[in-house]
Protein backbone atom coordinates (compact mmCIF):
# COMPACT_ATOMS: atom_id res chain seq x y z
CA UNK A 1 0.00 0.00 0.00
CA UNK A 2 1.01 3.87 0.27
CA UNK A 3 2.67 5.94 3.17
CA UNK A 4 2.25 3.60 6.46
CA UNK A 5 0.20 6.74 8.27
CA UNK A 6 -2.03 3.92 11.00
CA UNK A 7 0.79 3.35 13.88
CA UNK A 8 2.25 0.83 15.35
CA UNK A 9 -0.65 -0.67 17.16
CA UNK A 10 0.84 -3.50 19.34
CA UNK A 11 2.92 -0.33 21.17
CA UNK A 12 -0.46 0.82 22.82
CA UNK A 13 -2.94 -0.19 25.63
CA UNK A 14 -6.24 -0.62 23.74
CA UNK A 15 -4.29 -2.93 20.82
CA UNK A 16 -2.89 -4.99 24.39
CA UNK A 17 -6.88 -5.51 25.23
CA UNK A 18 -7.31 -7.06 21.67
CA UNK A 19 -4.69 -9.41 21.42
CA UNK A 20 -6.11 -10.32 25.33
CA UNK A 21 -9.91 -10.53 23.53
CA UNK A 22 -8.38 -12.42 21.32
CA UNK A 23 -7.24 -15.20 23.83
CA UNK A 24 -10.85 -14.64 25.01
CA UNK A 25 -13.33 -14.58 22.46
CA UNK A 26 -13.86 -15.32 18.49
CA UNK A 27 -17.31 -12.76 18.51
CA UNK A 28 -16.35 -10.93 15.85
CA UNK A 29 -18.64 -7.68 17.21
CA UNK A 30 -16.56 -7.44 20.40
CA UNK A 31 -13.46 -7.95 18.34
CA UNK A 32 -14.83 -5.25 15.69
CA UNK A 33 -15.37 -3.14 18.62
CA UNK A 34 -12.75 -3.27 20.75
CA UNK A 35 -10.04 -3.03 17.59
CA UNK A 36 -11.74 0.33 16.45
CA UNK A 37 -11.37 1.19 19.62
CA UNK A 38 -7.23 0.74 19.21
CA UNK A 39 -7.55 2.24 15.64
CA UNK A 40 -8.95 5.72 16.99
CA UNK A 41 -6.02 7.62 15.04
CA UNK A 42 -6.65 5.44 11.77
CA UNK A 43 -10.30 6.83 12.13
CA UNK A 44 -9.35 10.28 12.83
CA UNK A 45 -7.02 10.38 10.44
CA UNK A 46 -9.49 8.58 7.60
CA UNK A 47 -12.22 11.56 8.38
CA UNK A 48 -9.68 13.93 7.12
CA UNK A 49 -8.06 11.99 4.46
CA UNK A 50 -7.88 13.49 1.24
CA UNK A 51 -7.38 10.08 -0.77
CA UNK A 52 -10.15 8.87 0.80
CA UNK A 53 -12.11 11.66 0.39
CA UNK A 54 -10.92 12.12 -3.69
CA UNK A 55 -12.08 7.89 -3.91
CA UNK A 56 -15.81 8.62 -2.60
CA UNK A 57 -15.79 11.79 -4.80
CA UNK A 58 -14.90 9.77 -7.82
CA UNK A 59 -17.08 7.11 -7.06
CA UNK A 60 -20.26 9.18 -6.61
CA UNK A 61 -19.42 11.27 -9.87
CA UNK A 62 -18.93 8.42 -12.11
CA UNK A 63 -22.75 6.70 -11.04
CA UNK A 64 -24.03 10.53 -11.45
CA UNK A 65 -22.37 10.83 -14.42
CA UNK A 66 -24.59 7.91 -15.54
CA UNK A 67 -27.62 10.29 -15.97
CA UNK A 68 -26.43 12.31 -18.60
CA UNK A 69 -26.41 11.96 -22.05
CA UNK A 70 -23.03 13.07 -22.30
CA UNK A 71 -21.74 9.72 -20.36
CA UNK A 72 -18.30 9.14 -22.20
CA UNK A 73 -17.40 13.16 -22.21
CA UNK A 74 -18.09 13.04 -18.42
CA UNK A 75 -16.08 10.04 -17.98
CA UNK A 76 -13.12 11.92 -19.55
CA UNK A 77 -13.55 14.47 -17.36
CA UNK A 78 -13.28 12.80 -14.54
CA UNK A 79 -9.64 11.29 -16.09
CA UNK A 80 -11.01 7.96 -16.97
CA UNK A 81 -9.99 6.63 -20.64
CA UNK A 82 -12.40 3.68 -21.62
CA UNK A 83 -12.53 2.34 -25.44
CA UNK A 84 -14.72 2.89 -27.71
CA UNK A 85 -17.35 -0.04 -27.11
CA UNK A 86 -16.90 -0.41 -23.49
CA UNK A 87 -18.01 -3.15 -21.46
CA UNK A 88 -19.07 -2.66 -17.40
CA UNK A 89 -15.22 -4.73 -16.72
CA UNK A 90 -13.66 -1.29 -18.94
CA UNK A 91 -15.24 0.80 -16.68
CA UNK A 92 -14.40 -0.69 -13.52
CA UNK A 93 -11.16 -0.84 -14.40
CA UNK A 94 -10.89 2.80 -16.23
CA UNK A 95 -12.35 3.76 -12.91
CA UNK A 96 -9.37 2.28 -10.68
CA UNK A 97 -6.88 3.30 -13.22
CA UNK A 98 -8.67 6.94 -12.64
CA UNK A 99 -8.42 7.12 -9.24
CA UNK A 100 -5.28 5.17 -8.85
CA UNK A 101 -3.41 7.92 -11.07
CA UNK A 102 -5.62 11.03 -9.22
CA UNK A 103 -3.89 9.63 -5.87
CA UNK A 104 -0.49 9.49 -6.76
CA UNK A 105 -0.60 13.05 -8.54
CA UNK A 106 -2.10 14.68 -5.87
CA UNK A 107 0.06 13.22 -3.71
CA UNK A 108 -2.91 11.43 -1.81
CA UNK A 109 -2.17 7.71 -1.31
CA UNK A 110 -1.81 6.76 1.78
CA UNK A 111 -2.45 3.51 3.24
CA UNK A 112 -6.25 4.48 4.00
CA UNK A 113 -7.04 5.86 0.13
CA UNK A 114 -6.00 2.20 -1.04
CA UNK A 115 -8.11 0.95 1.07
CA UNK A 116 -11.12 3.10 -0.12
CA UNK A 117 -9.80 2.28 -3.90
CA UNK A 118 -10.17 -1.19 -3.16
CA UNK A 119 -13.41 -0.88 -1.63
CA UNK A 120 -14.81 1.40 -4.49
CA UNK A 121 -13.58 -1.10 -7.00
CA UNK A 122 -15.16 -4.24 -5.20
CA UNK A 123 -18.50 -2.05 -4.83
CA UNK A 124 -18.84 -1.92 -8.16
CA UNK A 125 -17.81 -4.88 -9.55
CA UNK A 126 -20.21 -6.66 -7.26
CA UNK A 127 -23.39 -4.30 -7.56
CA UNK A 128 -22.97 -4.31 -11.22
CA UNK A 129 -22.06 -8.14 -11.49
CA UNK A 130 -25.85 -8.61 -9.64
CA UNK A 131 -27.31 -6.02 -12.12
CA UNK A 132 -25.86 -7.98 -15.73
CA UNK A 133 -24.70 -11.68 -14.64
CA UNK A 134 -21.62 -10.35 -16.06
CA UNK A 135 -19.02 -7.76 -16.64
CA UNK A 136 -18.37 -9.02 -20.35
CA UNK A 137 -20.47 -8.54 -23.24
CA UNK A 138 -22.19 -4.92 -22.31
CA UNK A 139 -21.67 -2.12 -24.30
CA UNK A 140 -21.39 1.36 -23.45
CA UNK A 141 -25.41 2.51 -23.47
CA UNK A 142 -25.39 -0.58 -21.33
CA UNK A 143 -23.29 -0.01 -18.92
CA UNK A 144 -24.58 3.70 -18.71
CA UNK A 145 -28.06 2.18 -17.88
CA UNK A 146 -26.95 0.07 -15.37
CA UNK A 147 -25.12 2.89 -13.07
CA UNK A 148 -28.04 5.01 -14.08
CA UNK A 149 -29.99 3.05 -12.20
CA UNK A 150 -28.02 3.72 -9.11
CA UNK A 151 -27.96 7.63 -9.32
CA UNK A 152 -30.97 7.88 -6.73
CA UNK A 153 -30.84 8.56 -3.48
CA UNK A 154 -33.24 5.16 -2.88
CA UNK A 155 -30.77 3.13 -5.09
CA UNK A 156 -26.91 5.07 -4.50
CA UNK A 157 -27.43 4.24 -0.58
CA UNK A 158 -26.96 0.33 -1.86
CA UNK A 159 -23.94 1.44 -2.94
CA UNK A 160 -22.93 3.76 0.21
CA UNK A 161 -23.46 0.76 2.30
CA UNK A 162 -21.64 -1.51 0.40
CA UNK A 163 -18.61 0.74 -0.11
CA UNK A 164 -18.91 1.32 3.88
CA UNK A 165 -19.00 -2.27 4.88
CA UNK A 166 -16.12 -3.32 2.38
CA UNK A 167 -13.90 -0.39 3.33
CA UNK A 168 -14.51 -1.01 6.89
CA UNK A 169 -13.52 -4.79 6.73
CA UNK A 170 -10.05 -3.99 5.12
CA UNK A 171 -9.62 -1.28 8.08
CA UNK A 172 -9.81 -3.65 10.63
CA UNK A 173 -8.68 -6.19 8.64
CA UNK A 174 -5.36 -4.11 8.31
CA UNK A 175 -4.70 -3.89 12.17
CA UNK A 176 -5.75 -7.71 13.12
CA UNK A 177 -3.90 -9.60 9.87
CA UNK A 178 -0.76 -8.42 12.06
CA UNK A 179 -1.75 -10.58 15.14
CA UNK A 180 -5.00 -13.17 14.08
CA UNK A 181 -2.08 -15.15 12.90
CA UNK A 182 -0.39 -15.79 16.14
CA UNK A 183 -3.71 -17.48 17.37
CA UNK A 184 -4.12 -20.59 14.82
CA UNK A 185 -3.10 -23.57 15.97
CA UNK A 186 -3.76 -26.80 18.53
CA UNK A 187 -5.10 -25.01 21.75
CA UNK A 188 -5.13 -21.52 20.69
CA UNK A 189 -8.26 -19.62 19.65
CA UNK A 190 -8.72 -20.92 16.04
CA UNK A 191 -7.61 -24.56 15.91
CA UNK A 192 -7.09 -24.74 11.79
CA UNK A 193 -7.02 -22.36 9.30
CA UNK A 194 -10.69 -23.16 8.43
CA UNK A 195 -11.84 -21.71 11.29
CA UNK A 196 -9.69 -18.59 10.82
CA UNK A 197 -11.50 -18.12 7.69
CA UNK A 198 -14.78 -18.53 9.46
CA UNK A 199 -14.34 -15.65 12.06
CA UNK A 200 -12.62 -13.58 8.80
CA UNK A 201 -16.43 -14.52 6.87
CA UNK A 202 -18.25 -13.50 10.29
CA UNK A 203 -15.80 -9.78 10.44
CA UNK A 204 -16.43 -9.34 7.04
CA UNK A 205 -20.80 -9.97 7.44
CA UNK A 206 -20.34 -8.04 10.81
CA UNK A 207 -18.89 -4.92 8.93
CA UNK A 208 -21.34 -4.97 6.03
CA UNK A 209 -24.39 -4.85 8.69
CA UNK A 210 -22.83 -2.29 10.68
CA UNK A 211 -22.61 -0.64 7.75
CA UNK A 212 -26.77 -0.23 7.41
CA UNK A 213 -26.21 3.26 9.25
CA UNK A 214 -24.89 5.00 6.64
CA UNK A 215 -27.20 3.21 4.40
CA UNK A 216 -29.94 6.70 4.35
CA UNK A 217 -26.91 9.12 4.97
CA UNK A 218 -25.30 7.66 1.71
CA UNK A 219 -28.18 7.71 -0.42
CA UNK A 220 -29.39 11.27 0.23
CA UNK A 221 -25.97 13.46 0.07
CA UNK A 222 -25.17 13.36 -3.39
CA UNK A 223 -28.37 14.56 -4.10
CA UNK A 224 -28.32 17.17 -1.86
CA UNK A 225 -25.05 18.17 -2.61
CA UNK A 226 -25.71 18.09 -6.34
CA UNK A 227 -28.84 20.83 -5.58
CA UNK A 228 -26.16 22.76 -3.12
CA UNK A 229 -23.87 23.17 -6.00
CA UNK A 230 -21.95 19.93 -6.79
CA UNK A 231 -20.70 17.49 -5.66
CA UNK A 232 -16.81 18.17 -4.81
CA UNK A 233 -14.13 16.08 -2.97
CA UNK A 234 -13.97 18.98 -0.27
CA UNK A 235 -17.36 19.20 0.21
CA UNK A 236 -16.67 15.13 0.63
CA UNK A 237 -13.91 15.34 3.12
CA UNK A 238 -15.54 18.16 5.17
CA UNK A 239 -19.30 16.89 5.30
CA UNK A 240 -20.29 13.66 4.06
CA UNK A 241 -17.27 11.64 5.42
CA UNK A 242 -16.90 12.84 8.91
CA UNK A 243 -20.24 12.14 9.31
CA UNK A 244 -20.11 8.67 7.95
CA UNK A 245 -17.57 7.62 9.99
CA UNK A 246 -18.72 8.84 13.11
CA UNK A 247 -22.23 7.27 12.62
CA UNK A 248 -20.38 3.74 11.91
CA UNK A 249 -18.35 4.43 15.41
CA UNK A 250 -21.69 4.49 17.34
CA UNK A 251 -22.62 1.49 15.51
CA UNK A 252 -19.73 -0.33 16.17
CA UNK A 253 -20.20 0.36 20.25
CA UNK A 254 -24.05 -0.24 19.88
CA UNK A 255 -23.39 -4.02 18.25
CA UNK A 256 -20.72 -4.72 20.77
CA UNK A 257 -23.32 -3.70 23.54
CA UNK A 258 -25.99 -5.94 22.20
CA UNK A 259 -24.27 -8.87 21.46
CA UNK A 260 -23.23 -8.97 25.08
Not at 228 to 242: A, H, Y
Request: glycine share 8%.
Amino acid sequence: MGHRLLGELPQTRNWLKVVELLRLTNDPAKIASQTSEAAQRGLRLTKQDRGVADTIHMLMKLVWSARSENFRERLTSLGMTVPGQASLLDVVGAFDEGVDRRLRQAGHRTDLAEMARFAAVDTLTELCQQETGSLFGVNTEQTREVLRRYATAGQFATVGREFFGRFLYRFLDYHLSRELPNHVGPGRQFRDLGQYLEFKEALRRHCHETAFVVKDFSGGWPSAAEFRGGITGEKVRTQFLPVALKKIQRELKQREKTNA
